[in-house]
C-alpha cells in the first residue's frame, strides 16, 4: 500500500486550515489508504528554525517525508505567502527530496485575490525541493468553512482534488512495480 503524509502548516487543529486537513484526511481514509499525519506546529521550533536534524522529532518528520509515495501540503495563506512552518520544515529535506512523490498542495485564505500563492509561492518552493509531480491544488476560501463546516462547492472541490491525487499516486506505485518478463 502508497504511505501517504499529509503536512499541516495550520497554526492550531481548529483553524480553518485544519478543518481542510482533516476532511482530507477523512477522505484518503475512505478510499483505503493509510494516513499520517504531520503537524509542523507541534516540532520543536527553536531545533526546525535552527535546521538541527539531530533533534529526534525533527529527524523523523524529515525521514516520514523522504518515505512518503504521495504528499498533501496543506497551508493557509497569509499576505500572499504559504505558512512559514511548511517552508521551515521543507528547507530541511535535501535538494531533490520531493523527486518521486505525488503532491497535492491545499491552501485556505481570506480572499480570492490570495490565490496566487498557490501558483508563484508554493509551487516553487515544492518544485525547487524536487517535486516532479505536482497536482492541481485546491484553495478554499475562509468564508466557505464555518465552523468545522466546509461549503459543499468547495468539499466538492477538495474531494475531486484528493480523488486525482489518488489516482496519480496508485499511477506512481504501478510503475514502481518490478515488470514480470515472460519466460524464455
Excluded at 466557505?144 to 459543499?152: L, Y
Amino acid at each position: 500500500m502508497s504511505s501517504i503524509l499529509v503536512i499541516s502548516g495550520s497554526p492550531s487543529p481548529a483553524s480553518r486550515t485544519g478543518i481542510v486537513v482533516a476532511h482530507a484526511e477523512d477522505l484518503l481514509r475512505e478510499a483505503g489508504y493509510g494516513v499520517r499525519t504531520l503537524h509542523v506546529r507541534q516540532l520543536p521550533t527553536l531545533s526546525l528554525l535552527t535546521e538541527d536534524l539531530h533533534d529526534p522529532e525533527v529527524a523523523e518528520a524529515v525521514g516520514a517525508v523522504l518515505r512518503a509515495d504521495g504528499i498533501v501540503v496543506a497551508s493557509p495563506v497569509y499576505r500572499a505567502a504559504y505558512s512559514g512552518l511548511v517552508k521551515a520544515l521543507l528547507d530541511l529535506l535535501p535538494k531533490r527530496g520531493l523527486r518521486g512523490r505525488v503532491i497535492l498542495p491545499l491552501a485556505t485564505g481570506g480572499s480570492q485575490g490570495f490565490l496566487v500563492a498557490m501558483d508563484y509561492a508554493l509551487n516553487p518552493l515544492l518544485t525547487g525541493k524536487g517535486a516532479d509531480n505536482v497536482l492541481r491544488g485546491e484553495f478554499v476560501l475562509d468564508p466557505d468553512i464555518v465552523g468545522d463546516t466546509i461549503a459543499p462547492a468547495a468539499a466538492a472541490a477538495i474531494r475531486a482534488a484528493v480523488d486525482r491525487f489518488a489516482l496519480a499516486v496508485e499511477d506512481v506505485r504501478f510503475r514502481r512495480r518490478p515488470q514480470l518478463r515472460p519466460a524464455v
